[in-house]
C-alpha cells in the first residue's frame, strides 16, 4: 500500500522557516519522481516542486530562490525547505508520487 505521509507544517511570521517532511512507502523510491503540490484557501493545486531520481529538481517562479527541495534516500524522505516565507505561501501542502497524495500539512504564514 503507498502512503505518503507529511509534516513539518505550521504557523510562522512572514520571513521565516519550516521545512516540510514526507516520508514515502509502498513503492521504489529510489526510482520515484516526488513532488510538492499546495492549495491556497479557495484556490486551487498550484504545483511547487519537483525532484527525480537522479535528485534534479525544479520549482514554480514563484518559490525559486526560497524554497529548497531534498531527499534522503536512506529514510524514503522528501523535504522541502522554505524560507523567506510570505503570506501567499499560506495554504495545504501536499507530497505527491505516481498519482497517489498525502493528507497534507497546513502552512500559515501570517503576523
Known amino acids: 500500500e503507498v502512503q505518503l505521509v507529511e509534516s513539518g507544517g505550521g504557523l510562522v511570521q512572514p520571513g521565516g522557516s519550516l521545512r516540510l517532511s514526507c516520508a514515502a512507502s509502498g513503492f521504489t523510491f529510489n526510482n520515484s519522481a516526488m513532488s510538492w503540490v499546495r492549495q491556497a484557501p479557495g484556490k486551487g493545486l498550484e504545483w511547487v516542486s519537483d525532484?527525480?531520481?537522479?535528485?534534479?529538481?525544479y520549482y514554480a517562479e514563484s518559490v525559486k530562490g526560497r524554497f529548497s527541495i531534498s531527499r534522503d534516500y536512506a529514510k524514503n524522505t522528501v523535504y522541502l525547505q522554505m524560507n523567506s516565507l510570505k503570506p501567499e505561501d499560506t495554504a495545504v501542502y501536499y507530497c505527491n508520487a505516481w498519482g497517489y497524495w498525502g493528507q497534507g500539512t497546513q502552512v500559515t504564514v501570517s503576523s
Open positions: 525532484i527525480y531520481s537522479d535528485s534534479s529538481t
